[in-house]
């Protein structure tokens, strides 16, 4: 084949993508409350030791494309569109009014508010520092963010702690910088009490979101289990306000199973909001699209979610690889991305009605008698009924390729 000059480049893979098909329509996919972030969207494709290879992208773009796509909800950071020089200024009320302007003409809404407490030069010792001027900034920051979130109509604010951490060992001590981050936290629960009571509104939950690895070199809450033991630590004056948001990365990448760490906050009722992506454990935070790593495990995943009536939202926070180009954002990252979470999300409900996993359920739920004193007869009695394990997961791998409903390969 011929190199393909870079004006029929977008045509190809317009094509190649028609041919896939299997595409939902926007109308199909709004009916989910899938939610897409600013900087996910935004993101120019720079790491460490990445250049950017995409130019920057603003929220008028964003939310236009996420409507054509059929995205129904939007979630942002502070800093993603307010300069950090005109938070809390006149040019930050003119920005927000210029986004809830365009969410409505798109028929969007705004549905988490997240601070960056990690970027800015400021928050190089966290946001829960030593220095107390540097708290106290931070606790702004964290009302304003309360009180943008208000304003846009958001029902949820994330917290991902950033370099609430060490690099090097002794330089702070845990318990001190734990407090520290709490009285933040408080602060912005206390804000949104505040701003609640006075426009008639309901609070906000509040969201924690754990990272194990990344910025810092050790991380003081680095998994979702770590911050339930915050949550209920006694240090939050409104725990009941504050939950989890889990990321399905963030847990496989310590070498959790997705699953029961979901299945944790679950029981304790704190499941709020949940960011959905894949990637590999014990690896850096790669953000790859839902479902392109892991399918057997996110239709798990999901079978789980399905089965406990999860009804908060999946948060489309991955990033589009450095390879896809502006253009591919919208036509063919984020679409795909929906899509495969649209198709898994129907397996799961296949999964909840075959009658193969559920008479084996049942049949493992009765159990085979046994004498309950007896080891020995009590492994003899289960033995032959508990080789349905094996089988129940050969029928979800039947399910993830379709062989349930018929598809066979040169059998
Ligand atoms: C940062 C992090 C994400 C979080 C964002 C929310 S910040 O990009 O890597 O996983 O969800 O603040
Ligand atoms: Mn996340
Ligand atoms: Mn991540």
Redesign the pocket.
């Known amino acids: 084949m011929k190199p393909v000059p870079p004006a029929k480049q977008q045509a190809l893979v317009a094509r190649l993508s028609k041919a896939c098909g299997g595409a939902y329509s926007p109308k199909e996919r709004r009916k989910y409350f899938l939610t897409g972030p600013q900087?996910a969207a935004a993101y120019e494709g720079h790491a460490l030791f990445h250049a950017p290879t995409r130019k920057p992208v603003g929220y008028e773009d964003v939310i236009r494309e996420y409507a054509k796509i059929g995205i129904g909800h939007w979630t942002t950071?502070d800093t993603d569109v307010i300069p950090t020089d005109a938070l809390g200024t006149a040019r930050q009320e003119e920005i927000v009014s210029g986004i809830r302007k365009t969410l409505k003409k798109h028929g969007l809404e705004c549905s988490m508010v997240?601070t960056e407490t990690f970027h800015h030069a400021v928050f190089a010792a966290s946001p829960a520092a030593e220095a107390p001027e540097v708290r106290e900034y931070a606790k702004w920051r964290l009302t304003n963010t309360v009180q943008i979130g208000h304003d846009l109509g958001a029902r949820f604010a994330?917290y991902?702690p950033g370099s609430l951490g060490y690099q090097v060992q002794g330089a702070i001590e845990e318990t001190n910088t734990l407090r520290w981050y709490a009285d933040g936290l408080n602060a912005a629960c206390d804000a949104d009490i505040a701003i609640a009571r006075e426009r008639g509104r309901q609070t906000m939950k509040h969201c924690l979101?754990a990272?194990p690895f990344e910025p810092a070199a050790q991380i003081l809450l680095p998994s979702s289990d770590a911050m339930l033991a915050f949550i209920y630590s006694g240090l939050l004056k409104h725990p009941d306000m504050v939950g989890l948001n889990p990321?399905y990365l963030?847990e496989l990448m310590w070498g959790a199973a997705v699953r029961a760490a979901l299945a944790r906050a679950l029981l304790c009722g704190k499941l709020f909001h949940f960011?959905i992506n894949d990637g590999y454990p014990l690896k850096h935070?790669v953000d790859i699209g839902v479902g392109l790593v892991n399918p057997l495990d996110w239709l798990n995943v999901l079978v789980l979610l399905r089965t406990h009536g999860y009804e908060g939202p999946f948060n489309l926070?991955y990033k589009p690889p450095r390879t896809t180009s502006n253009w591919g954002v919208f036509s063919v990252s984020f679409p795909t991305a929906v899509d495969r979470f649209i198709t898994l999300w129907e397996m799961a409900g296949e999964v909840a009605v075959d009658p193969v996993i559920a008479q084996a359920y049942e049949a493992l739920k009765a159990g085979g008698g046994g004498d309950p004193r007896d080891a020995n007869s009590l492994a003899e009695a289960n033995k032959e009924l508990l080789t349905l394990h094996e089988l129940i997961a050969h029928r979800l791998f039947q399910i993830l390729v379709g062989a349930h409903r018929g598809r066979v390969f040169a059998l």
Do not use: N, S
């Open positions: 900087w950071h997240t994330v991902w979101e990272k990321e963030h960011d935070d926070d």
